[in-house]
């Protein structure tokens, strides 16, 4: 079964960027890798994902030419890269993996997500 761990999390200033990893141990193959993030008193919210079959990548709205997702198969690491970081950012990561083959749609359901990591603090202060 796979595991997921997050890494790269910390308090930084609003502008700042900040690097997230998620390292699975596991099966890598054929399961498409998610970042959620739940900000404080909020429920938790799809940020970005990346497929194993294309190459495709998704991203929330609010996120897209702010963030980008990269994906090593042979290191098995997901990693967000988070860039002009904002107050709204600051949240509890999360990775996820889910089985290939996720449409835009449900790529975005997180009961779809089958293996969860235990999450990183991202804390943004203006």
């Known amino acids: 079964q796979m595991q997921l761990t997050e890494s790269g999390g910390g308090v930084v200033q609003a502008g700042d960027s900040l690097r997230l990893s998620c390292t699975a141990s596991g099966r890598f193959s054929h399961y498409t890798i998610g970042w959620w993030r739940r900000p404080p008193g909020k429920e938790r919210e799809f940020v970005a994902a990346h497929t194993w079959s294309g190459g495709r990548t998704y991203y929330r709205d609010s996120v897209k030419g702010r963030y980008t997702i990269s994906r090593d198969n042979t290191k098995k690491t997901v990693d967000l890269q988070m860039n002009s970081l904002k107050d709204e950012d600051t949240a509890v990561y999360y990775c996820?993996?889910?089985?290939?083959?996720?449409?835009?749609?449900?790529?975005?359901?997180?009961?779809?997500?089958?293996?969860w990591g235990q999450g990183t603090q991202v804390t943004v202060s203006s």
């Open positions: 996820a993996a889910r089985a290939d083959g996720a449409t835009a749609l449900s790529v975005r359901d997180q009961r779809t997500y089958t293996a």
